[in-house]
């Protein structure tokens, strides 16, 4: 069976209790955890800063971070998250002014490094930095704020991701985030994507493992 990802984003969950909150989803079986950076520039929004990604490490988070720039520029932050203890760092292609070099700060850094891409935009840079990435994050709702509804069309760059992936022969992580929940991770996963990013479906729950067996569930049905 395929082994799939789910990466709980901390967007969602209790700040005042932030690890507290990371220990429990992964205690309730997440696989990642997912950290929405956002700068109030790039998205209308203000979250975290690398002090919080060090601090759940000092916390003693072991668990893969996977940190989602939406910020710009990035390189800066690209050095400071990775001193944090980020494990995978992802940025915005039109957020950067020389991509292949800030895929090529994260590597340096010894992270894995993942390029995203917002509902409209298109994947005609992929072919030109495919030997660069490990992941590539599609957005599934609009950056900014958690609690937004899946993006139907998304299906259909999920599937047009995954057909590029198999092609170059790489083996890259496809990940969705925005509005994902039990109700549709199995159509989610069916189209492509093996790594979930969920927030407001699990953290608005009161009992997370409840919730991740769900999902977990449903992708068993993934053939």
Known sequence: MQNFIIAPSLLAADFARLGEEAEAVLKAGADFLHLDIMDNHYVPNLTFGPMVCEALRKYGIKAPIDVHLMTRPVDRLITEFAKAGA???TFHPESSDHIDRSLSLIKSHGCKAGLAFNP???LEILPYVV???DLILLMSVNPGFGGQQFIPMTIQKLQKTR??????????LLSIDGGIKPDNIYEVAKA???????GSALFSQPDYAKVILKMREELKKVK
């Open 192 to 198: 492509g994507a093996d790594m979930f990013v969920t």
């Open 131 to 133: 030997d660069k990435i």
């Open 87 to 89: 494990n995978y760092i």
């Open 163 to 172: 057909a590029f992936i198999a092609e170059s022969g790489k083996d890259i």
């Open 120 to 122: 409209a935009t298109s």
